[in-house]
């Protein structure tokens, strides 16, 4: 069979991976992200990888449509800061291709960071959403705390926009502050609020040339099909099998990078 082929069984391979990895605990981005360096720039590859994958957060965002409704005023007051942050961080790619080259070690290290320490803040958030359900009256949070996590959430889309493995997390640790209520609304305004990040972003990259089409759309129709094979899978295998999974390819990964970068 003619190279092309297997070039396109292994991204697509990759993607269907990345939509159960995202269906279950998310991390996906570390699957089709290195598998595109073999063929594309850094940049290119990052923004091919957020094309193929966007779907599927449409995808989530729309499963969560009850939630989101539940929650409609603390997500129109998040999505601006959401959508400027994505413009941003996709902006910076395209301005300094080289200097993403070079960050890119660092950038999955981080991911791997976030994913081992999404156990347990997630843990905390599950308690704090529960206590705030158990209160009688709900009570927003002062403008100081609003004002904070806003600020946080510029942030946190500016670094999704970037490279966006682990947004989720970060996401979910500032969403325990705000009385968002419990962690299905959480998860709901996580995938929403992610959804909106990554479409600021890949309305930048498709601007500014970044994305290889050949290989986005193919890998798009596996990820979608990986997600809804991932969204069965999950009733039957724990998520944290796919995270500790996630979180041993990120090392790895960051590792081989290191090496290939510096040694």
Request: proline share 3%; charged share 10%.
């Amino acid at each position: 069979m003619p190279d092309a082929f297997w070039t396109y069984a292994f991204l697509c391979a990759c993607a269907f991976l990345a939509g159960v990895m995202n269906s279950v605990a998310g991390g996906g981005t570390l699957l089709t992200f290195p598998a595109l360096t073999a063929l594309l720039t850094g940049a290119m590859a990052n923004a091919t990888s957020t094309v193929a994958l966007l779907p599927g957060s449409f995808a989530g965002a729309v499963g969560y449509r009850k939630e989101l409704w539940e929650c409609r005023r603390f997500v129109f007051r998040m999505i601006a800061p959401s959508i400027a942050g994505g413009f941003l961080g996709a902006w910076l790619v395209g301005k300094n291709k080289e200097l993403f080259d070079v960050l890119v070690p660092w950038l999955i290290l981080t991911a791997a960071v976030l994913f081992v320490v999404q156990a347990p803040l997630s843990k905390w958030v599950k308690r704090r959403a529960a206590v705030e359900g158990a209160q009688p009256q709900h009570h927003e949070p002062n403008w100081v705390t609003q004002a904070l996590v806003i600020g946080f959430q510029f942030l946190v889309a500016v670094y999704g926009g970037y490279f966006g493995a682990g947004i989720g997390i970060l996401m979910l640790s500032a969403l325990g502050f705000m009385g968002v209520g419990d962690i299905h609304r959480m998860n709901a305004v996580k995938t929403f609020l992610a959804a909106s990040i990554n479409t600021a972003s890949v309305v930048v990259f498709i601007r500014d040339g970044l994305v290889q089409w050949n290989y986005a759309l193919a890998m798009a129709v596996a990820a979608i099909i990986g997600g809804y094979t991932g969204a069965r899978v999950a009733r039957r295998l724990p998520a944290s099998y796919v995270r500790y999974a996630v979180i041993v390819i990120g090392f790895g990964l960051a590792a081989y990078y290191f090496v290939k970068k510096y040694a």
